[in-house]
């Protein structure tokens, strides 16, 4: 997973970064991150468009041909409907995720912004959002923007990862943790 990762982490940096460029070029960094985070909502909703773009199966003619009609119905950025026909057509369509995320993290550097992964066994709601937005802020002294995802196999509990940081407060890991002690005490 970890090759992978790095993989696609090699083949989406120069997109995102060319991305990334233009668009400040441009001065549209805000309205093509919103687009971006449209597109990237989309595939989270559904997992048969995020299968689409993953599947070598499918040609990248294909995917371009529908992802021109999506384009088409949908009110995106130009820029972005541009970008994503380039990726389509380059065949590169399986690192979507991961050039958004690249696109993400030099938005929030040129921000002066840190991003965090929040995972929860539940939705947060906006007041907790809020909350550890601000406590995250004071503790690291910039300002933290959420990425968040939920895992029910928390039971409870949060696990944040700042950079390479892990803070993991999950009543999954305290249980892991107990089930340890109680077999070196047995």
């Known amino acids: 997973m970890a090759a992978q990762n790095s993989v696609l982490t090699q083949i989406a940096r120069p997109y995102a970064s060319a991305l990334f460029d233009l668009a400040e070029s441009e001065n549209q960094l805000a309205s093509v991150e919103t687009s ?12 048969d468009f995020a299968r689409f773009l993953r599947s070598p199966v499918i040609t990248g003619e294909a995917k371009a041909q529908a992802l021109d009609a999506l384009l088409a119905k949908a ?17 590169r369509l399986f690192a979507l995720d991961a050039i958004i995320a690249g696109f993400r993290e030099l938005a929030a ?75 070196e005490v047995g």
């Open 75 to 91: 009110t995106t950025n130009g820029l972005v409907a541009n970008f994503l026909r380039l990726v389509a057509k380059n065949g």
């Open 109 to 183: 550097k040129a921000r002066g912004e840190v991003t965090a992964d929040v995972t929860s066994a539940a939705p947060l709601n906006g007041d907790q959002v809020k909350a550890l937005a601000a406590t995250l802020k004071a503790k690291i002294g910039k300002t933290v923007t959420l990425n968040q995802f939920v895992d029910p196999s928390l039971i409870g509990g949060l696990q944040v990862k700042v950079g390479s940081q892990l803070i993991d407060s999950s009543l999954k890991t305290k249980l892991a943790a107990m089930k340890i002690a109680m077999k």
């Open 36 to 47: 971006l985070s449209d597109v990237s909502r989309l595939i989270g909703e559904s997992a």
